[in-house]
């Protein structure tokens, strides 16, 4: 119903137009002669009522696109008949002044306020125009219905308010019906603007209720992770202070197990809070960060061997992120599974459309000298995120056993201004999501656990 009553709202009016001429045409198509044809067969060009229907046919066909035009229409014609520019009606053709109550229905429907209003008294005064032009010796002589005796003044007082009660009566079924298709149509609109609304206010209590939930949970998170990290950081400083005599090995991975139970705190505080209280981002990690983590990571950890090649090239503040989240989760990774020790080679390739990060990290064997990874693989979190990550950055990465090493290749495009925008909202908005919590935390499972 909706998309017939939008497209007649829209050509509705010439269509109309145009079967109003032709059935007209079809009607009058053998008596094109005043008074029932009793001066024979005629033609359009020489017929009387030509210039009504002519008229009347405009006013319709402009009635939606031209409203003032149409009313205009109509009162040219009147006004020409009463100054006898052109021929008054007949008795067989007198009806072609419904085509202005036509017309009104049309601006009834798509028109509003003081437009609708000024319609409404303009079809009032032609109907009066009309009913004085019918029933007046002078022009329409009764149309052949009406008794002249007493002339104008006798017919007026005596059928007048007749017909111009039946032209009011068509002009009002007229715009009746126009007002009633535009109320239907209002109606329907406002139904889909309360569905709208509703659906919106749904879909907002939603985000309310995970959004409460999801800072439940992450302040709950946080006491954890925080009271636990505190106490590993304080027993390994206590017990580094408490074994001066312990040897310099020992030493060492108590200093680091309470650095990195430290970092992992900052780390954690700023993912899980993600914004401050005043609505700005906490700061995050960009390209430049990574040279710190690497050399905390060598410090009695990982074997890590660095290299770039090309020229490097700016990054986004996301993509940053981004680069620095994945190389975060491949050393930590490297360090769970391969071991204190581990040899890792990390490359930067800014020379093709995008910086490539290459990293390869040797695969520990069982006590059997197989590798861990050739038993069935439990995918855990962090491969996932990092996939995200690359995603979201606008790339890609691949990740996998190959031979004795296991291989991480990620791709991040070099974007354009406008891009660098739109990707920058996306990283940093996953950037607040629990997966950096994840990614960031050391031990993932994604080769085995």
């Given at each position: 119903?909706?998309?017939?009553?939008?497209?007649?709202?829209?050509?509705?009016?010439?269509?109309?137009?145009?079967?109003?001429?032709?059935?007209?045409?079809?009607?009058?198509?053998?008596?094109?002669?005043?008074?029932?044809?009793?001066?024979?067969?005629?033609?359009?060009?020489?017929?009387?009522?030509?210039?009504?229907?002519?008229?009347?046919?405009?006013?319709?066909?402009?009635?939606?696109?031209?409203p003032t035009v149409s009313l205009a229409l109509t009162g040219l014609l009147l006004i020409g008949q009463l100054?006898?520019?052109?021929?008054?009606?007949?008795?067989?053709?007198?009806?072609?002044?419904?085509?202005?109550?036509?017309?009104?229905?049309?601006?009834?429907?798509?028109?509003?306020?003081?437009?609708?209003?000024?319609?409404?008294?303009?079809?009032?005064?032609?109907?009066?125009?009309?009913?004085?032009?019918?029933?007046?010796?002078?022009?329409?002589?009764?149309?052949?219905?009406?008794?002249?005796?007493?002339?104008?003044?006798?017919?007026?007082?005596?059928?007048?308010?007749?017909?111009?009660?039946?032209?009011?009566?068509?002009?009002?079924?007229?715009?009746?019906?126009?007002?009633?298709?535009?109320?239907?149509?209002?109606?329907?609109?406002?139904?889909?603007?309360?569905?709208?609304?509703?659906?919106?206010?749904q879909a907002t209590e939603v985000d309310l209720i995970v959004e409460q939930e999801r800072t439940r949970i992450a302040r709950d998170l946080h006491d954890v992770l925080?009271?636990?990290?505190?106490?590993?950081?304080?027993?390994?400083?206590?017990?580094?202070?408490?074994?001066?005599?312990?040897?310099?090995?020992?030493?060492?991975?108590?200093?680091?197990?309470?650095?990195?139970?430290?970092?992992?705190?900052?780390?954690?505080?700023?993912?899980?809070?993600?914004?401050?209280?005043?609505?700005?981002?906490?700061?995050?990690?960009?390209?430049?960060?990574?040279?710190?983590?690497?050399?905390?990571?060598?410090?009695?950890?990982?074997?890590?061997?660095?290299?770039?090649?090309?020229?490097?090239?700016?990054?986004?503040?996301?993509?940053?992120?981004?680069?620095?989240?994945?190389?975060?989760?491949?050393?930590?990774?490297?360090?769970?599974?391969?071991?204190?020790?581990?040899?890792?080679?990390?490359?930067?390739?800014?020379?093709?459309?995008?910086?490539?990060?290459?990293?390869?990290?040797?695969?520990?064997?069982?006590?059997?000298?197989?590798?861990?990874?050739?038993?069935?693989?439990?995918?855990?979190?962090?491969?996932?995120?990092?996939?995200?990550?690359?995603?979201?950055?606008?790339?890609?990465?691949?990740?996998?056993?190959?031979?004795?090493?296991?291989?991480?290749?990620?791709?991040?495009?070099?974007?354009?201004?406008?891009?660098?925008?739109?990707?920058?909202?996306?990283?940093?908005?996953?950037?607040?999501?629990?997966?950096?919590?994840?990614?960031?935390?050391?031990?993932?499972?994604?080769?085995?656990?």
């Open positions: 119903m909706e998309p017939i009553l939008k497209f007649a709202r829209r050509w509705g009016a010439p269509v109309a137009a145009g079967i109003f001429f032709a059935l007209w045409c079809v009607a009058e198509a053998g008596r094109m002669g005043p008074n029932g044809g009793h001066w024979g067969p005629g033609s359009l060009d020489t017929w009387e009522g030509t210039w009504p229907l002519v008229l009347m046919t405009l006013a319709i066909a402009v009635a939606v696109w031209q100054a006898h520019l052109i021929p008054p009606m007949y008795a067989n053709y007198w009806a072609i002044y419904i085509g202005s109550f036509i017309a009104l229905a049309f601006i009834a429907w798509t028109t509003q306020g003081r437009m609708r209003l000024a319609a409404a008294g303009a079809n009032v005064l032609f109907a009066s125009s009309m009913t004085f032009l019918m029933l007046s010796w002078r022009y329409g002589a009764g149309v052949g219905w009406f008794s002249q005796i007493g002339g104008d003044s006798g017919i007026l007082l005596r059928n007048g308010w007749q017909l111009f009660a039946l032209l009011m009566m068509i002009a009002a079924a007229c715009f009746s019906l126009g007002l009633l298709l535009s109320l239907y149509q209002e109606r329907g609109s406002l139904f889909r603007a309360r569905e709208l609304a509703e659906r919106t206010l925080a009271h636990s990290l505190a106490v590993i950081a304080a027993q390994a400083d206590g017990s580094r202070y408490l074994s001066r005599d312990q040897p310099k090995a020992v030493l060492g991975a108590l200093e680091n197990i309470a650095g990195s139970a430290r970092t992992a705190l900052v780390d954690a505080q700023r993912v899980i809070e993600g914004v401050r209280g005043d609505g700005m981002a906490v700061p995050q990690p960009q390209f430049t960060d990574i040279e710190g983590l690497v050399e905390g990571l060598q410090h009695g950890s990982l074997k890590i061997q660095t290299s770039e090649s090309g020229t490097r090239m700016e990054l986004s503040r996301g993509q940053q992120v981004a680069v620095f989240r994945i190389v975060q989760e491949c050393l930590t990774n490297a360090l769970k599974h391969g071991g204190r020790g581990t040899a890792v080679r990390l490359h930067f390739n800014w020379s093709g459309p995008g910086l490539t990060v290459h990293v390869a990290s040797e695969v520990s064997s069982s006590k059997h000298g197989h590798p861990v990874i050739a038993g069935p693989q439990r995918l855990g979190r962090g491969l996932p995120g990092m996939r995200e990550r690359a995603h979201s950055a606008g790339g890609w990465i691949t990740a996998g056993p190959d031979g004795e090493q296991f291989r991480v290749t990620a791709f991040i495009p070099y974007l354009t201004d406008v891009e660098d925008s739109a990707r920058e909202n996306i990283v940093e908005e996953h950037s607040l999501t629990h997966n950096d919590l994840q990614v960031a935390a050391a031990g993932d499972a994604d080769r085995n656990d």
